[in-house]
T-cell receptor, first 112, second 110 residues
Framework: EADIYQTPRYLVIGTGKKITLECSQT?????MYWYQQDPGMELHLIHY???????EKGDLSSESTVSRIRTEHFPLTLESARPSHTSQYLC???????????FGQGTRLTVV | EDKVVQSPLSLVVHEGDTVTLNCSYE??????LLWYKQEKKAPTFLFML????IEKKSGRLSSILDKKELSSILNITATQTGDSAIYLC??????????FGTGTRLKVLA
């Protein structure tokens, strides 16, 4: 059973606000990922990290930023939220490239 | 560009039917192929297939990897209403990324 946690689960905020979506895992996984998924659509990789102090942008351009100061923590920040950021954000982690990625429960973000 | 394609996009069956879901891929450095089940929220892991493990089975679900054809199938026998979900196929690449397909939406009617 994967132990990866995301908070909040649901968030409704106004345009222009700064928000941080939290993701933590207790498995000691070195690889972590953020995916964005619109309803009924595929998952798009927006950020990933190989380990502490390592972050890379994914295939889908995103205005968000991430940091990886501790192995277990991979927060995603939006400096100024817009309605176009409304989506579900899924965090995942894995041990190495030959192991499965396990997902958190997701954060459903609505920007009004 | 790395790509994962799933078919069909959606499927409606009756309880007891057997279904086969397809996944094909084009990636530059294949490492693994994964199947996930997504209900209302996050994807839950089903199987991982690699060059050293091309067939997996768990209960009524089974999956096979065909590295020659660059594809995989997920079979579900004796379907139940609880199998209704989106089934996602993902390919793990040599750059530590997982590329997802759009998924197959399965609905099982009672």
């Amino acid at each position: 059973e994967a132990d990866i946690y995301q908070t909040p689960r649901y968030l409704v905020i106004g345009t222009g606000k700064k928000i941080t979506l939290e993701c933590s895992q207790t498995m000691g996984h070195d690889k972590m990922y953020w995916y964005q998924q619109d309803p009924g659509m595929e998952l798009h990789l927006i950020h990933y990290s190989y380990g502490v102090n390592s972050t890379e942008k994914g295939d889908l351009s995103s205005e968000s930023t991430v940091s990886r100061i501790r192995t277990e923590h991979f927060p995603l920040t939006l400096e100024s939220a817009r309605p176009s950021h409304t989506s579900q954000y899924l965090c995942a982690s894995s041990t190495n490239r030959d192991r499965a990625a396990f997902f958190g429960q997701g954060t459903r973000l609505t920007v009004v | 560009e790395d790509k994962v394609v799933q078919s069909p996009l959606s499927l409606v069956v009756h309880e007891g039917d057997t279904v086969t879901l397809n996944c094909s891929y084009e990636v530059t450095n294949f490492r693994s192929l994964l199947w996930y089940k997504q209900e209302k929220k996050a994807p839950t892991f089903l199987f991982m297939l690699t060059s050293s493990g091309i067939e997996k089975k768990s209960g009524r679900l089974s999956s096979i990897l065909d590295k020659k054809e660059l594809s995989s199938i997920l079979n579900i026998t004796a379907t139940q209403t609880g199998d209704s979900a989106i089934y996602l196929c993902a390919v793990g690449t040599g750059t530590y990324k997982y590329i997802f397909g759009t998924g197959t939406r399965l609905k099982v009617l009672a």
